[in-house]
């Protein structure tokens, strides 16, 4: 089975910019959820969709959205990108009907803000 | 607040010792609870689930969960430089959570 795969895996923007990633889950699973790691904050949640729609979400601003279609593929948005978005940006899918099952994580887009 | 604990580190054992890794929780009705290992520059790799309290191992690992204490720990025997990384806890709570609560994870280096 395939893994959680995103693009791109780098991507290098200028402030002010926006930027869009993607992320398809593993086959079968419906919950996907963001994330962004850097190293003075750790694992920071930003959202989370299932079945099309945001379930959950995390305290970022409005700069930060996403969006999930109905083969539960996910894209997330940054809008006029500041220094302070520079971060692994990862995304994760879970499965099961199960609430608490765990989740599986892609190898995530390494955002650079220059 | 939920709040999930780990020790920053760096946690550093020599090759072949046990490493005992520690994480601790807030939210008593916390129900689930996973490790997670992440090598520099990758994304976090599941590598324990635990569910009940007591011990489940597999291969050299082994997850310790005591509810009563809030309390889950990792144990890696035989370490191997191979397992030098950082190792993030991850607890669900119960009553609708769908999103798991991180640690912000503890360093892990083994030396020959």
């Known amino acids: 089975k395939a893994g959680v795969t995103q693009t791109p895996r780098y991507l290098i923007k200028t402030r002010g910019q926006q930027v869009t990633l993607s992320c398809s889950p593993i086959s079968g699973h419906r919950s996907v959820s963001w994330y962004q790691q850097t190293p003075g904050q750790g694992l920071q949640f930003l959202f989370e969709y299932f079945s099309e729609t945001q379930r959950n979400k995390g305290n970022f601003p409005g700069r930060f959205s996403g969006r999930q279609f109905s083969n539960s593929r996910s894209e997330m948005n940054v809008s006029t990108l500041e220094l302070g978005d520079s971060a692994l940006y990862l995304c994760?899918?879970?499965?099961?009907?199960?609430?608490?099952?765990?989740?599986?994580f892609g190898n995530g887009t390494r955002l650079t803000v220059t | 607040q939920k709040e999930v604990e780990q020790n920053s580190g760096p946690l550093s054992v020599p090759e072949g010792a046990i490493a005992s890794l520690n994480c601790t929780y807030s939210?008593?009705?916390?129900?689930?609870f996973f490790w997670y290992r992440q090598y520099s520059g990758k994304s976090p790799e599941l590598i324990m689930s635990?569910?009940?309290?007591g011990d489940k191992e597999d291969g050299r690992f082994t997850a310790q969960l005591n509810k009563a204490s809030q309390y889950v720990s990792l144990l890696i025997r035989d370490s191997q430089p191979s397992d030098s990384a950082t190792y993030l806890c991850a607890v669900y709570a119960s009553g609708g959570s769908y999103i798991p609560t991180f640690g912000r994870g503890t360093s892990l280096i083994v030396h020959p």
């Open positions: 939210d008593r009705v916390s129900q689930s």
């Open positions: 635990i569910y009940s309290n």
């Open positions: 994760a899918s879970k499965g099961g009907q199960a609430e608490n099952s765990p989740l599986h």
